[in-house]
């Protein structure tokens, strides 16, 4: 028989996927580390059961006791699936900006969960770390986890997540991507992975994309930190600073915004069918930038650190998306993609040596007013269009028994298949019918009518 002894034993071990609609042969090699595949759904079970299993070695803790933890929902999880194999109680402080999933989840664990406001410092009495530390203190046989400064946390990752980047890229890794929450992933991995580099005589660069409000590019580069800013995005970016994140291994930080974050997190799931959650799209928008700068030959791995089935009534609900200002009118109404999923895309195609008069024909039983014309051997794409056809019979331009290349004319109104319908409208505007081109194949033609159903349909 095969099986493991606990759910904990599936912890790490995620595979990395490589992204391939998001990127193009002008960008280097971009590859996921697919921490939502851990079984609580995010790369925060790793540090989890590490510190749980460091605290027992320690004797802080035994079967019984009290897990407390201010966490914004992952930490939590991952701890409250260790608790329930393990045989400890939880009590997590989380801030109220966190999704209503992510509530929901550490409730079906068994854990009580104590709201929060988000609008305070770190430090006020009334903060999610603070109420944490109070409720550890007054709770008997209670421990405080502390994810911002038990190393333990760092060390998972130096034990694990690093040594299988470096592994399943055979070592051939240019650049490490990863937000920064704890810090502890990155400094982990980073650590482990920029030591096995310069073994190696190579160079690894860490980046590190981060909201914008967050205090940590301020604080990476020596300045006095403005302000906290506000973001919306879970997870990452702090207002304090953290014992568990190491600057010393990280080359970049880059700052995104909300905006980026969310419509990238939902590109990510749409395009590669990996279904991230929302500080995932801050870190692919970082990633698909290196890509570009590095070019091709190089490889990117970036860390994708949770699911985005915890975020389904956040950025990935439509409405909640144009509440918050996310949603412009290229998202709202869809992509050429999504249209030809709609309508189908089957395409009706004149031959080069079919006649004017069999191509009119078809093109009226098919009710069409427009027929593109085959290319051969990477001629160039035509058009045949009815009222062309009928000006050059009248006036004896062309007889109806000519070849098609005669009465056709150069294809205008082109669009690829992942342009949003309103690059569609603006070809409209010119009168002309949108050919959907991918690669140099014609994969679909748009026309008003087609659009009209489909935005109809949505409403």
């Known amino acids: 028989m095969k099986y493991v002894n606990s759910v904990l034993d599936l912890i790490g071990k995620t595979p990395m996927v490589k992204l391939n609609r998001m990127v193009d042969d002008t960008m280097a090699t971009v590859l996921v580390k697919m921490e939502q595949l851990n079984p609580g759904g995010s790369v925060k079970d790793r540090m989890a059961l590490n510190m749980v299993i460091r605290a027992e070695e320690a004797g802080l803790i035994k079967p019984g006791y009290t897990l407390v933890e ?13 608790a329930a194999v393990r045989g400890y109680r939880c009590v997590f402080t989380i801030p109220d900006k966190m999704s209503k999933e992510k509530i929901d989840m550490l409730k079906a664990y068994g854990a009580e969960v104590v709201i929060t406001r988000t609008d305070l410092d770190h430090d006020h009495p009334e903060s999610y770390v603070s109420i944490a530390k109070r409720i550890a203190k007054e709770t008997p046989h209670a421990f405080y986890v502390d994810q911002y400064s038990n190393m333990a946390n760092p060390e998972a990752h130096y034990l694990t997540t690093g040594p299988e980047i470096w592994s399943d890229t055979d070592g051939k890794i240019d650049v490490l991507v990863g937000g920064i929450g704890t810090g502890g992933t990155i400094s982990g991995a980073a650590k482990y992975i920029k030591e096995k580099a310069a073994e190696a005589g190579r160079t690894v660069k860490v980046m590190c994309p981060d909201p914008k409000g967050s205090i940590y590019l301020d604080m990476f580069q020596g300045r006095k930190p403005s302000d906290p800013g506000v973001y919306v995005v879970e997870g990452i970016g702090h207002d304090f600073m953290v014992d568990t994140l190491d600057f010393s291994v990280i080359d970049e930080i880059r700052q995104v915004s909300d905006h980026d974050t969310f419509r990238a997190a939902r590109r990510l799931v749409r395009e590669e069918g990996i279904f991230g959650g929302g500080s995932a799209g801050t870190a692919i928008v970082g990633a698909l930038e290196v890509a570009k700068e590095l070019g091709p030959g190089k490889v990117v791995v970036v860390i994708v650190p949770d699911s985005g089935d915890r975020y389904i009534s956040k950025c990935f609900d439509d409405d909640w998306m144009k509440d918050m200002g ?104 010119d009168k002309h019918m949108a050919v959907v081109i991918e690669g140099n194949e014609i994969v679909g033609i748009i026309g008003e009518i087609d659009m009209v159903a489909f935005l109809a349909a949505k409403s």
Do not use: C, W
């Open 326 to 429: 996310y949603l412009g009118i290229e998202e709202r109404i869809g992509s050429v993609r999504e249209l030809l999923q709609f309508k189908g895309n089957h395409v009706d195609f004149a031959t080069r040596d079919e006649t004017i008069a069999a191509a009119a024909k078809r093109m009226s039983e098919l009710g069409i007013s427009q027929m593109p014309v085959r290319s051969d051997d990477g001629a160039p794409h035509l058009m045949l269009h009815e009222s062309d056809i009928l000006q050059a019979l009248i006036h004896d331009k062309y007889r109806s028994s000519d070849v098609v290349t005669k009465a056709a004319t150069e294809l205008r109104g082109h669009v690829s298949i992942d342009d949003p319908l309103s690059k569609v409208q603006k070809i409209f505007d």
């Open 70 to 82: 201010s966490t914004s929902g992952n930490t939590g999880l991952g701890l409250a699936m260790t």
